[in-house]
């Protein structure tokens, strides 16, 4: 693999298929680039063009949504080698390609689920599991990562938790983390269950504990939402809502929020070829 990119990814914990896939993208990216000169170039030498022109080149036999996964892959490339000082200048940095037909307008914001995080907390008529609902999706939790357990959970501070995913490490202070903490110690730790969010049903006089579902969470998002007049509130699209403004208003990269939130460069380069960037309103908010 050129340059320590395979090493790199290894380091990083990449599986095995990803790499595969990530070193046959980039081989066949110097494969382009060989055809176009009578020398190979040097890494030095290469331009946001030459990426442009393999990315058009691409783009006549393949989908536009498989043209921003090899647009990601590219990214984390010349990341990995500006990061490790090969290039003075990453050529990938603003390179944009045009969107897809499958865009769409962004009507649930991160913003909107900030500025309303305070009347949701201090409502004295919102359960705790209400409010634990609304923790979860302000800090841009996907279903699976509802699933840990309560050895996973620990309290930092007074006010300041960590939450071990298998795919990140999620900080949360404040009201939110006091919400978690009262969670744990009056519910939670009793539980006969390793899982810190369960639910418990009786089954012949005997009670049962089991996994919570995201069905349930999203029915109490879906209460706050119809309460302050919110565009369809869940999970998902909170989570999305938080990727949007990691990327559009905090302007981190893809690699960064990559390694915030546990996802793949190529799955953001998916979603934002689909996404009309320009439909984010701007705002300096934010939560973490």
């Known amino acids: 693999m050129p340059h320590g990119f395979k090493s790199y990814l290894e380091e990083n914990d990449y599986k095995v298929r990803t790499i595969s896939d990530h070193t046959k993208e980039i081989q066949n990216f110097f494969s382009f680039l060989d055809s176009q000169t009578e020398t190979p170039k040097e890494l030095f030498q290469i331009s946001a063009q030459d990426i442009k022109n393999y990315l058009d080149n691409q783009s006549i036999t393949l989908s536009p949504s498989t043209v921003y996964k090899k647009l990601g892959i590219l990214k984390l490339f010349f990341h990995y080698l500006w990061e490790s000082n090969k290039v003075v200048v990453d050529p990938c940095v603003k390179i ?17 689920l900030y500025n309303i995080q305070d009347q949701v907390f201090n409502n004295p008529s919102y359960a705790t599991s209400l409010k634990l609902a609304f923790v979860f999706a302000l800090y841009g ?19 300041e938790v960590l939450i071990n995913t298998p795919k990140r490490e999620v900080f949360i ?57 919110l565009p369809e509130l869940n999970l998902s699209k909170a989570r ?6 990691l990327a559009y208003i905090e302007k981190l990269s893809f690699e960064e ?9 190529e799955w953001l380069g998916e979603l934002f070829g689909k996404t009309k960037d320009s439909s984010y309103p701007k705002s300096s908010k934010s939560t973490a």
């Not at 944009?96 to 909107?112: A, D, F, G, K, V």
């Not at 929020?257 to 460069?265: A, H, M, N, P």
């Open 173 to 229: 202070k404040g009201i939110p983390a006091l919400i978690l903490i009262e969670f744990y110690n009056t519910r939670s730790l009793f539980a006969e269950t390793p899982y810190f969010l369960f639910s418990k049903t009786t089954v012949n006089g005997k009670v049962v504990y089991d996994k919570v579902t995201y069905v349930n969470l999203n029915r109490h998002l879906n209460s706050i939402a119809k309460d302050f007049n």
């Open 240 to 245: 999305q809502s938080y990727i949007y403004h």
């Open 96 to 112: 944009q390609l045009p969107r897809t037909n499958r865009e769409y307008e962004i009507n649930l914001t991160h913003e909107m």
């Open 257 to 265: 929020i990559s390694r915030k939130l546990g996802i793949t460069v």
């Open 141 to 159: 939790f996907k279903s699976s990562e509802l699933y840990f357990k309560k050895d996973d959970f620990e309290m930092l501070d007074d006010d």
